[in-house]
């Protein structure tokens, strides 16, 4: 008997584009750079074309999960977290662990201009990811640090498995330590990775849908559809069964956080009032960090000043400062943290309102 192999066929090199004040792409075959320039790619390149998400425009959350969430639920888990409205983000999952989801969320406008933008190039678009995920992920307590452009992105994996990204602005000096990146650091100047981890079947924000035709079935593969079809049934009803279970346990927890309520719509608004004033916590905690931030990176470059004294009271931040030179600029880190200054005696003390903002 004479057997026939057949050869497979090579995939398609990988385009990477990414957006920015001018625009990068790289060229990938087996996950190996081969070409990388600015600008619009040449159209002759004949490979497939991935979107890469910059770094500092995408939000990464690991975040508790119950079974069975539906897609259109996820902006749901990052209500507190979140400034913008739902319908302004768009969200996606790159992995799914027991009770817990890796979401992907990105300004809705801005992902549909560099769409376009890719159209009005000719570039059908296959596949979407964010800048990190190039990265290989690196071993438990170890983390990368690439530093591209004006930005440093930080990529590291904890203690406990969990894996963490952070954007840091060039200009604010270094990042703040991180208690996951405990490990080794290794460095990474360049505008691509070096080395990219393995594109085919790495989950991003969207991929493009292909139609495909369905086979023929003989009987005998009919009837193993069928009985297919008859044990889906019937592990839909038990599944069924479990979240009935499942939402009568969310009940009780609701009313173990807002106490009895007389309707679910009541039950609601006490979940949202507690949202709320979370959600406006973490903001005045996000300003407090900006604000900190700003007054360190000043005072390392003035030595002839120092703190005294600072304050926080949840709405007001008071700082003392004694020195003598150039005064702090007061009202351009107001400006940045998106509040209000008083400044007295001699501009070596300010009030920050947060509340004004």
Avoid: N
């Avoid at 964010?130 to 170890?142: C, H, K, R, V, Y």
């Avoid at 493009?208 to 023929?216: D, N, S």
């Amino acid at each position: 008997m004479k057997l026939e192999w057949r050869r497979r066929k090579p995939r398609r090199p990988w385009l990477l584009v990414r957006p920015g004040p001018a625009w990068d792409w790289l060229l990938l075959a087996q996950d190996r750079p081969l070409r990388q320039g600015q600008g619009r790619p040449p159209a002759d390149l004949e490979a497939r074309v991935a979107l890469i998400v910059p770094g500092e425009a995408c939000s990464h959350f690991q975040v508790a999960a119950p079974p069975g969430l539906k897609r259109e639920e996820w902006p749901l888990l990052l209500e507190d977290r979140l400034l913008q409205d739902a319908d302004q983000l768009f969200c996606a999952c790159i992995e799914r662990t027991p009770g817990q989801l890796r979401l992907l969320v990105v300004a809705r406008a801005q992902l549909e201009s560099w769409q376009a933008q890719c159209a009005e190039w000719a570039l059908p678009l296959e596949r979407c990811w964010a800048e990190l995920q190039l990265l290989p992920t690196p071993a438990t307590g170890d983390s990368w640090r690439w530093q591209r452009g004006g930005q440093t992105l930080c990529l590291g994996r904890d203690e406990q498995g969990h894996v963490h990204w952070l954007a840091w602005p060039q200009a604010l000096g270094a990042p703040p330590a991180q208690t996951w990146q405990t490990g080794t650091s290794i460095p990474l100047d360049a505008a691509w990775p070096h080395t990219v981890t393995a594109l085919d079947g790495l989950p991003g924000l969207f991929e493009a849908r292909r139609a495909r035709a369905l086979p023929l079935l003989a009987p005998s593969q009919r009837r193993l559809v069928v009985a297919c079809l008859v044990l889906a049934t019937v592990w839909a009803g038990a599944w069924l069964s479990l979240q009935w279970r499942q939402a009568q346990l969310y009940r009780e927890q609701v009313q173990a956080v807002t106490g009895p309520q007389a309707t679910p719509g009541l039950a609601a608004q006490a979940l949202r009032r507690l949202r709320d004033f979370s959600a406006e916590r973490q903001l005045r905690l996000r300003q407090l960090e900006s604000g900190q931030a700003q007054l360190q990176a000043w005072l390392d470059e003035h030595p002839g000043w120092r703190l005294r004294s600072a304050h926080f009271d949840g709405q007001r931040w008071r700082l003392e400062l004694e020195g003598s030179g150039d005064t702090p600029p007061w009202q351009a880190m107001a400006t940045t943290m998106g509040g209000q200054v008083h400044v007295e005696d001699g501009a070596r003390s300010a009030i920050f309102d947060l509340e004004a903002a």
